[in-house]
């Protein structure tokens, strides 16, 4: 009867709409009661806005914090020793420790897995190049570039995406740091590992007690971590990097000493139970380190954005990626074979395998000492991956949504608490499919980076109009206005979803769905290959076709617009050559195709 009076096709009576105002403004004033007055203030939530430089030429608005900007002169503290560094980390990691393993399940030998690596390695490197070019010449990250690839609401799609595959994999890397403080604790206190502590918080929870410790003190030595601003983190990644090494070479060491040389691995040929000729297996292993390395690569311009000068980055990507991805990877194909002599199994996660080593040895004085050490490195390993990998671009693209409220500190513990949300022991334990289907999210990665780099070093031939990426003014070019929905460039997202659908049969067939043809899952082995090569060439075909409007013009940013209140437009005009505002005079941006 109430839903019948309320209908806006039919009024309520006078009489009863009397009640009602009566008793909404009732409830209104007791609200208003119970929330205190100053949080009715802007100046009360003012103060929880992400904090900005002194003297800043910027403000905290719907597009622009201190973490987006383009880097200024002053925070531009990387130099090439400093992404040697970079690479190291992101190249010596358990990662590159088991991708051997994919190789192998491919039907290769060692050999043959060795030469994907160094391959696909090199290729790492160039596109490694090519995606973070952007950041050296503009000082921009793929969060405020997705802007002008989509438009600057569509660019809400792409952050997104990327944020929750980060945090995703932060859970996953998370629980594995948290596996290597395990280790470290268990060197000391033997009993940690297999006494009480070793029994599940509850029979269905996949968490024994030492595992939730290891995780809480690994989380709790990340969030301190994330406090170091990006421009401060070489200092941390080439203490990472030495102690991970000392690690792969001492467990290497004793590795080939006890199995008296490289173990059988080296010895037979390809098992080759996967059925795939070789060719077929190379070119899948090549595309599964790409795949490794291609979240990596598509945020490259979060990192080069801080570098000191152009160029600075280029030797790291091309010599540092390759080369520490492929000794890394030796490493771990060498060690896994010497045990798989030493103890009749084979571990390919070093995490795993040092509490093994200590068993093996009884708890002896100094194979504790060792796995001590070694743990120690794995942990730093692990905490540096999550910054390089997880937290600084998924800090960003978080940053992307709501730039007043959340800066790169912020989102990260943001990102954390989605990452332990998804509860990693569970999906670790009960999906066996899980990290299969989690690296199918390469689907949308490959897709992404293609479209980026068509975009910009093709259709725009690198020249971007910076002040535009950052104003709510609907005159910008990256507004893409038009008759429907400002904001949306339906090229990029055409280009998108052109390379996406091919492979998502072949990702429904890897979760174990059967019926798909065999064709989608070969299809699907080359991911990051084909994702790149589609979505690259139908966004260049897409913009011949129809041109975005603004190509050709260009603008650095300025704090003029800031400081002074100009538009885009007027803004531009102060920074561009004589013969860039004739240029940008005769480009008048119109309604978009």
């Known amino acids: 009867m109430f839903f019948a009076l309320a209908s806006p096709k039919e009024p309520l009576p006078v009489s009863v709409q009397a009640v009602y105002e009566e008793r909404s403004t009732v409830v209104n004033k007791r609200t208003s009661k119970m929330i205190p007055e100053k949080w009715k203030t802007k100046e009360f939530w003012d103060k929880f806005q992400v904090p900005k430089d002194e003297d800043a030429g910027y403000d905290n608005t719907t ?82 570039s997705s802007r002008f690839s989509y438009g600057m609401r569509g660019a809400y799609f792409t952050v997104i995406i990327r944020a929750f595959i980060a945090s995703m994999w932060f859970g996953m890397q998370a629980y594995w740091g948290g596996q290597a403080i395990k280790a470290v604790i268990g060197a000391v206190i033997p009993g940690f590992i297999h006494g009480s502590l070793n029994d599940y918080t509850s029979a269905s929870s996949h968490l024994a007690k030492n595992d939730f410790i290891g995780f809480i003190l690994f989380l709790l030595a990340f969030f301190g971590m994330v406090l170091i601003p990006p421009e401060r983190l070489q200092l941390p990644f080439a203490l990472s990097f030495f102690a991970f090494t000392g690690a792969c070479f001492g467990i290497l060491g004793w590795a080939v000493h006890t199995a008296g040389g490289a173990g059988p691995l080296f010895a037979s040929s390809a098992a080759n139970e996967s059925g795939l000729s070789t060719g077929w297996g190379i070119l899948y292993g090549i595309t599964a380190l790409l795949g490794s390395w291609g979240a990596g690569c598509l945020g490259q311009s979060d990192w080069t954005r801080y570098a000191k000068r152009r160029g600075a980055p280029i030797l790291s990507q091309m010599v540092a990626a390759p080369l520490t991805i492929t000794i890394t990877a030796l490493i771990g194909v060498i060690v896994t074979s010497c045990v798989k002599e030493i103890m009749g199994e084979i571990v390919w996660n070093p995490i795993y395998l040092l509490p093994k080593i200590q068993d093996y040895y009884g708890s002896s004085p100094g194979a504790r000492a ?59 334990a009960t999906a066996t499919k899980f990290l299969t289907v989690l690296s199918g999210f390469g689907i949308f990665v490959a897709p992404m980076t293609g479209v980026m780099l068509g975009d910009f070093l093709v259709v725009r031939r690198q020249m971007l109009k910076i002040p535009d990426l950052y104003t709510d003014d609907r005159r910008a070019i990256y507004w893409y206005p038009n008759k429907y929905c400002d904001g949306i460039n339906w090229r990029g997202f055409l280009a998108f979803f052109t390379g996406v659908l091919p492979l998502l049969p072949g990702l429904i067939a890897a979760s174990g769905i059967e019926g798909i043809p065999i064709g989608f899952s070969r299809l699907y082995n080359l991911t990051f290959i084909v994702g790149i090569a589609i979505s690259f060439v139908m966004m260049i075909i897409l913009c011949k076709i129809s041109p975005p409007p603004g190509l050709g013009e260009e603008a650095q940013w300025s704090e003029m617009t800031a400081l002074e209140g100009l538009s885009p437009t007027e803004s531009s005009e102060k920074t561009m050559t004589d013969k860039e505002k004739e240029i940008s005079r005769m480009n008048v941006v119109t309604y978009d195709a």
């Not at 992101?90 to 043959?112: D, E």
């Open 63 to 144: 597009w622009c914090n201190r973490d987006l900007i383009p880097i200024p002169p002053d925070r531009r503290t990387w130099d090439v020793w400093g992404y040697f560094g970079y690479w190291t980390v992101s190249g010596s990691c358990v990662s590159a420790w088991t991708i051997g393993s994919t190789m192998l399940a491919f039907g290769l030998n060692a050999k043959q897995a060795m030469a994907c690596v160094t391959v696909g390695g090199i290729l790492t490197g160039f596109l490694a190049v090519a995606c973070g070019w952007m950041g050296e010449v503009h000082k921009i990250g793929f969060t405020v």
């Open 370 to 428: 060792g796995v001590f050490f070694a743990a120690l490195g794995l942990v730093l390993s692990q905490m540096s991956i999550t910054v390089v990998l997880n937290s600084v671009s998924t800090g960003m693209d978080l940053a992307g949504l709501a730039p007043k409220w959340i800066n790169i500190i912020r989102g990260s513990y943001l990102m954390a608490c989605i990452g332990i949300l998804t509860q990693p022991w569970q999906l670790l």
